[in-house]
């Protein structure tokens, strides 16, 4: 199986963390996103322990853009991780759900005053600033307060990764961040220093998503920790923490491969601390901001099967009930994924078909030319590994309402987001 969480039960029915899907499908309705609970603490104790390990001080902060809902920050709350926001929405949906922000690390390329404001405000830890912009609002916005306002400088190192471009982030003329080799990355260095409302905590650079290995982690330490050496020899600064964004991929394909993330986390350790030495640096406080290796095996998202269209000569359709307004992910990036026909998961896969959705746009398409045993309309497709980047990219588009999410924990399942009701969809309507 693609994931350990997922079986066959006697029935041939699929079960996810042990339970009968097609039983939740009925219970809860469909589409749904199941998310496994145990399986998101796992993931979150793989990166503590590991950080913990190999590093005399080091946090992971959960990307919360990965999965965003309230039942997400108490879990994450618990097992001790810290988190990355990108808006005050998600920001406020963790402080509604009790998670304390000191750990928190405030990002995003524009962030307006308001957002500056209210992140000051509520006592966000860390601002991820992105451009001197930037450092001059929170300047001035913090001005009022005695405490200093922590930042780390986000950094684009130069590197290139094999990823697919949309998440692509660490190039010079990336949208994020300031370039180290146009100079801009020791100019907003320089400004951070001589601000009195604000404390240069460290620099932070984020290379890519859905990356297998540790190369550009190694590659973009190198440089980081370089350009720290040089802004120690010039200014006397010291760094202290040091990011290196999100985390390991994740395997939506057979094909994609297994990665030991305890294994890459101690050759990183090795790397900076030998790439300390080498600048005279004292090792830093080590951050990683994994989102979608924490939640994206943790989920499943289930639809019932409508249409089948058969086209004769040309292709098959499985239209199921709901598609890019829950998954964006294959009109987006083209992403893969893995699906199964929950209620006939030992039957013969002998029909070849694309699984689209209901919208009214050709590139409504979750998988295209999967090969499954031929279903028909009320049958459960299980789509897996979706517990990443499909809720918190999910849309109204054509008034669709965005699924519930059921928790799966123990034997039992509990609702932590409800379905969007036609009233919810008009309640904005004036
Ligand atoms: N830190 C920063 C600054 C990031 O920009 C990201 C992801 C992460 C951490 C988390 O990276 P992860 O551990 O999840 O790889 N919507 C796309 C993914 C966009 C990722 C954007 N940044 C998708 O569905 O594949």
């Not at 039960?9 to 009925?26: M, P, R, S, W, Y």
């Not at 005053?113 to 992105?130: C, M, P, R």
């Not at 404390?199 to 932070?204: A, Q, T, Y």
């Not at 006939?344 to 590139?363: I, P, W």
Request: aromatic fraction near 10%.
């Amino acid at each position: 199986m693609i994931c350990k969480n997922i079986g066959i039960n006697e029935a041939g029915h699929i079960t996810f963390a042990g339970q009968d899907v097609c039983e939740l499908a009925k219970k809860y309705g469909t589409p749904l996103y199941l998310m496994d609970e145990q399986r998101i603490r796992e993931n979150c104790r793989i990166y503590k322990k590991a950080m913990e390990n190999y590093f005399d001080n080091a946090l992971p902060a959960y990307a919360s853009k990965a999965a965003s809902f309230k039942r997400m920050y108490e879990i994450i709350g618990e097992e001790g991780l810290g988190v990355d926001v990108v808006s005050v929405g998600e920001i406020y949906t963790a402080m509604k759900a009790g998670y304390s922000l000191e750990n928190a690390y405030f990002h995003s390329n524009n962030k307006t005053d308001f957002d500056v404001e209210f992140a000051i405000e509520n006592g966000v830890g860390y601002f991820v600033v992105d451009n001197a912009e930037e450092l001059f609002a929170i300047e001035r916005i913090n001005g009022g307060n005695e405490k200093k306002q922590k930042v780390l400088l986000r950094l684009t190192p130069g590197i290139d990764t094999h990823t697919y471009e949309a998440v692509n982030t660490g190039k010079v003329d990336s949208k994020f961040g300031s370039a180290i080799e146009t100079g801009q990355a020791e100019e907003i260095t320089k400004l951070a220093l001589h601000m009195e409302h604000i404390e240069l905590m460290g620099f932070h650079c984020h290379i890519g998503s859905q990356v297998f290995d540790s190369d550009t982690f190694l590659r973009s330490s190198d440089i980081m920790l370089g350009f720290a050496a040089d802004m120690k020899k010039k200014y006397g600064y010291e760094l202290k923490e040091l990011s290196l964004g999100g985390g390991y991929g994740v395997r939506y394909v057979e094909s994609d491969p297994v990665i030991d993330i305890d294994a890459n986390i101690k050759q990183v350790s090795e790397c900076i601390k030998a790439t300390c030495a080498k600048y005279d640096l004292q090792v830093p406080k080590m951050i990683m901001e994994p989102g979608r290796s924490i939640v994206a095996d943790a989920g499943m998202t289930l639809y019932s099967v409508g249409t089948i269209k058969q086209i004769p000569g040309y292709k098959n359709y499985i239209s199921i009930d709901g598609g890019m307004t829950d998954n964006p992910r294959y009109a987006l990036y083209g992403s893969e994924y893995t699906l199964f026909v929950a209620n006939k998961a030992n039957d013969t896969a002998n029909f070849t078909a694309d699984v689209v959705g209901r919208c009214c746009e050709s590139d409504d398409i979750i998988q295209p030319a999967v090969n499954l045993p031929k279903p028909v309309r009320g049958d459960i497709i299980a789509v897996c590994t979706t517990g990443a980047y499909n809720y918190s990219m999910a849309s109204n588009y054509n008034r669709v309402g965005r699924p519930a999410i059921v928790m799966l924990n123990d034997g039992k399942s509990y609702q932590a987001v409800k379905r969007e009701s036609l009233d919810d969809l008009v309640a904005n309507d004036l």
